[in-house]
């Protein structure tokens, strides 16, 4: 078995990845975290293969820790990884195992693989970062909407969480940390600043309601256009379901760039705790849209569009699907490429569908013209 230890296993997404690979036969499940007591206890009530074990990430001797334990893949959910530095996966290439982590922190992701290539190559393991929604499953609806296309002009990706799933305040002090701060997107061909989180536009999925959605920096826009030659845009928007809570955001931007609120992360706990007053306003229902324009196998021009709908307050599980497959993967002895690397390309869309059926979530791919708008495929 797989000796897989979980970095933050009891908490908003790692718990979820733990009761995934709990009852995997070729895992040994390693719940991690600062608290022994809750450890222990998380790791009891998923039952399986799994054990708590107290363990600080950033405390000295940490390599020599997971040595100890003879952990064997590090999967790291503690965030938010906007402001980490490399010490975890250092560690872990030190201590010889492989890693996985959850960031979609943009500079997280997008130096991980110079900055740690090296020596994941020494110790003959792989690493990857940014196994989650963005953009590991976001890079494989790309390629499998446009594959065989002659050339990709443009991406579109929009995440539109649901106002009752549970929200964390680490994840929401990672978004505010670039409320409208200005953020580097790939627009007409060149670079250009646009502020985080403010101007929200209107958004059309195809079993929700239209939302307004606004900027966020994201890994995505830095590694699409170097994955894909020729893109002339790239754009990622968060739409939030009760439109006062976008427009909220749009104001702590405003004062951000006026310089009234220079450290708008500071808000996440007293905004997490006043969120579920707009609950009621909500539903248990969100998605996700990714767009696609470009020239098809004919020559043509072509739009595609790739939706995911996920009710029941289930759409947190999307971003602990891709470290579930990678453990699974490495647990059945299945090769990765050795070194470090961010996490797009590394998963077709295919692999995807066990987990969404696993949770009810509805897909669907649309053919859409720009003068009748979408029709299904």
Known sequence: ???????????????????????????????????????????????????????????????????????????????????????????????????????????????????????????????????????????????HLSAGWQGVRSIDICIAPAQGAPRGVATLAGVLAYCGEPIRVWQAGRWVEMPGWADPVKVEFARMK???????????????????????????????????????????????????????????????????VFDAFGSALGGMVVRVEGTDAQGRPARRAWHIAADDNHGPEIPCMVAILLARRIARGEPLPAGAHACAGLLALDEFAPEFARWGMVTDVTVEDPSHGPSPV
Not at 112 to 136: E, K
């Open 1 to 143: 078995m797989t000796k897989t230890l979980v970095l933050g296993g009891y908490g908003n997404f790692g718990a979820r990845i733990c009761r995934a690979l709990a009852t995997d036969p070729g895992i040994e499940l390693l719940v991690a975290g600062r608290d022994a007591q809750r450890a222990e206890a998380f790791a009891a009530s998923v039952g399986g293969n799994a054990r708590g074990v107290r363990i600080d990430a950033q405390a000295p001797g940490f390599a020599g820790t997971l040595r100890e334990l003879g952990a064997e893949l590090v999967v790291h959910t503690a965030g938010p990884f906007q402001r980490q530095d490399y010490r975890v996966p250092e560690a872990v290439a030190a201590a010889g195992a492989h890693y996985i982590d959850l960031a979609d922190g943009r500079r997280f992701v997008c130096d991980f693989p110079a900055a740690l290539d090296g020596a994941f190559r020494a110790a003959g393991r792989t690493a990857v970062s940014g196994a989650s929604t963005v953009p590991a499953l976001s890079s494989a609806v790309v390629d």
């Open 210 to 276: 239209p939302r307004r959605g606004a900027l966020c920096d994201i890994p995505d826009l830095e590694l699409f256009p170097a994955r894909h030659a020729g893109v002339q845009s790239v754009m990622f928007r968060a739409a939030l379901e009760v439109g006062l809570t976008q427009r909220a955001f749009a104001f702590l931007a405003l004062l951000r760039r006026v310089g009234l609120l220079p450290s708008p992360q500071k808000l996440a706990p007293l905004l997490h705790a006043a969120g579920g």
